[in-house]
Every structure is written in C-alpha cells, then in structure tokens.
C-alpha cells in the first residue's frame, strides 16, 4: 500500500502563486505514475496533471495549461505542483494520487489511480 500526504493548500488571491507537495511512501516511487486531481464545491473530480515515473511525461488538463506545472522529486518520493497566475476557478480541494503499474500511453486523465491522498483546500479569493 502506498501513502499519500499532501500539503501546501491555502488561501490565497487571484493572481497569487502556491506550491502543492505530495510526499509518498513506498520504495518503489521512482516507476509510479503521479497525478493531481482536484474536487470543488459541488462538482465532480476533475483531472489536473500528471507525471510518469522519471518524470518523461507530462500531462496537463487544457484549463491549467501554461499555469500549472507538475514535477517530481525522486530522491525524495514527493511529486509537486506549482499553481500560478490562479484563478477563483481553481478554488477546490487537490488531491495527489499514485498509478503503481502502467503502460507506455496510459490516460493518467480517466482517473483510475491505485491510490489517493486526503486532500488540500486550496482557496483563491477575486
């Protein structure tokens, strides 16, 4: 089983930046797959981003494009993500989850991850 600890969310105003962690246990880290997910107020879960194991791949959700930026710390087992320029829009809990086993094209974005973290609410005021 592997854990997943996220932290980093807070709030903060449009426009402003903030940088979301996801420390995983587990020593294999380095050959997972990395996603964020976010849930806000209402809606269902949304895919945001996601890396490959030695972070070769990279996949983004059109809506944060160009703003966000995942990455990953093997050395470390934490995979990060950088919010910028955020939006009200972006307001949601992030949740980091964890693909132990994946093919070469496999969609991160569908949402079938092996395991979730509990979350970090992220709030960014107009």
């Known amino acids: 089983q592997v854990q997943l600890v996220e932290s980093g969310g807070g709030l903060v105003q449009a426009g402003d930046s903030l940088r979301l962690s996801c420390a995983a246990s587990g020593r294999a880290f380095s050959g997972y797959g990395m996603g964020w997910f976010r849930q806000a107020p209402g809606k269902e879960r949304e895919f945001v981003a996601a890396?490959?194991?030695?972070?070769?791949?990279?996949d983004y959700a059109d809506s944060v494009k160009g703003r966000f930026t995942i990455s990953r710390d093997n050395a470390k087992n934490t995979v990060y993500l950088q919010m910028n320029s955020l939006k009200p829009e972006d307001t949601a809990v992030y949740y980091c989850?964890?693909?132990?086993?994946?093919?070469?094209?496999?969609?991160?974005?569908?949402?079938?991850?092996?395991?979730w973290g509990k979350g970090t609410l992220v709030t960014v005021s107009s």
């Open positions: 890396i490959s194991g030695r972070g070769g791949r990279l």
């Open positions: 989850a964890v693909k132990v086993i994946y093919y070469s094209g496999y969609a991160f974005s569908g949402g079938d991850m092996d395991y």
